[in-house]
């Protein structure tokens, strides 16, 4: 089911809880029965010349007409929260989809110049060692090679790493990206 559909049903169904949670209540609020026992037809005889209480309006403006007119604005009110609502998901939807994205090229730059890095590291270690047990040797001849072989190792190591680095470049930040 598509986010939108999903978001429509979901406003639907709580539009028409709200709607019925206020038709209840205002049953609820008012007793009819009581209001309409204390209004009786002889007491409203001769109030012709009274004003009217509730002050002059336009005559197009009725009780049915401004009953309608705030059903239209509650019906625009709430086209406007759905709207509102899709448009709000949608724009979220798509900067998760960013950031997911992001965060998973992130994570490949970073495996691939950490795996990298480690074996230079190992290489580095190992020249160490090297000229560690070369200085101890007595024959100044047969610790040459050994030498120059861990140098030539590290240094092709590190040659690899840039390399890797390289090729494995960090994504740009997210804030370029998602906007």
């Known amino acids: 089911m598509s986010p939108v559909v999903a978001y429509l049903i979901q406003s639907v169904g ?11 209540v205002g049953r609820a609020a008012r007793d009819v029965r009581r209001i309409a026992a204390a209004v009786t037809v002889d007491d409203t005889e001769g109030d012709e010349d009274m004003p009217d209480p ?10 049915a ?3 309608t007119l705030v059903a239209l604005v509650v019906v625009l009110l709430g086209v406007v929260t759905v709207v509102q609502g899709i448009v709000q998901s949608d724009a979220t939807a798509g900067l998760t989809r960013c950031q997911y994205e992001y965060s998973n ?3 490949d730059a970073l495996e691939a110049r950490s795996q990298a890095s480690t074996d230079a590291q190992d290489a580095l270690d190992e020249l160490l060692t090297t000229v560690g047990q070369t200085l101890q040797s007595t ?4 610790t040459r090679p050994p030498v120059q072989r861990a140098i030539s190792e590290y240094l092709a190591k590190r040659q690899a790493l840039k390399a890797q680095q390289a090729a494995h470049p960090y994504p740009a ?5 998602c906007p």
């Open 14 to 24: 709580w539009a028409g809880a709200g709607f019925l949670a206020g038709v209840l």
């Open 65 to 67: 007409s401004a009953q």
């Open 139 to 142: 024959d100044p001849n047969a």
């Open 173 to 177: 930040a997210p804030r370029a990206r």
């Open 54 to 63: 509730r002050g002059s309006r336009p005559h197009w403006i009725g009780t």
């Open 105 to 107: 090229a992130f994570a």
